[in-house]
């Protein structure tokens, strides 16, 4: 089975296909039949990142995975339009009508789970369930003393953005990474997954430029939320995630936690069985009558 360990290289194990979405192109990969399963891969990283999830939840699926805007193998970041939440929330929603996909399962990973609660609050219609691998926060529900850890956040942020604009990839990418996983786990990460870091490093800048520029996100819209939810937490993973998780988990009526043990944020890469088994679960219990074509 692929995995991020012994399968990322510059061509995946499965076909790159194409679409045009809202003046770009992006690229996907999919395997399988069935109630499709989309998955929305986090900041510095690309649809490779979930090839282990494709194979796994192909056999019972149509499995999924993009790359979002100006992410590889996108040549060159898109200058047109700020790399807000907003702007890739609607390029996922143009994905999946540009795939003629009328209800999904929508799995995302930090800032790409932020990407797909936005999109289960704008188009309801379109997600007939949702998997938040610990979404990246959303500012508006932390009060004034969780807004200490959003401060701590930000300078952590600050530092890899201007090492960044000096080109050192390295020290933002090991940067960017101590402050989301909360250790110093750049040298742990074997060949191929760094790869695909440095294949996507020139969006760090435009990212933590607009890191937290997010539509306003307020307990009463969450509470409006219909879709089935699961939000996923590491054992070990830093507090501004575990506190996130739990404020939407106060917040989206019809959710469910689980915990992934011995694993920080990086939840679906550390432990791809154990993160595999545990949203294959939640999505046998909440399947349905899929209107799309297959």
Known sequence: MPSLKDSLTEATPFPLQRVRVNDTTLSYIEKGRGEPVVFVHGAISDLRIWLNQVEFFSDSYRAISYSRRSHWPAQNVEDDRPYTRSVHTEDLAGFLDALDLKKVHLVGHSFGGAIALLTALRYPELVGSLVLAEPSPFVDLFDTSMGKMIARQKVGFDEARLLAKVKNSDAAIRQFLNTTVGADVLNQLPPSARAVLMDNA??????????????????????????????????????????????????????????????????????????????RKFLVAHSYRSNSKN
């Open 202 to 279: 020139p969006t760090l800048v435009p990212m933590l430029e607009h890191y937290f520029v997010s539509p306003q996100v307020s307990p009463e819209r969450l509470s409006k939320i219909a879709a089935p939810t699961l939000l996923i937490s590491g054992e070990f993973s830093p507090n501004i995630a575990l506190s996130n998780n739990r404020l939407l988990q106060n917040c989206l009526h019809n959710s469910e936690e689980a915990t992934l043990y011995s694993v920080s944020h990086g939840l679906h890469i550390e432990d791809p069985a154990a993160f595999n088994q545990v949203v």
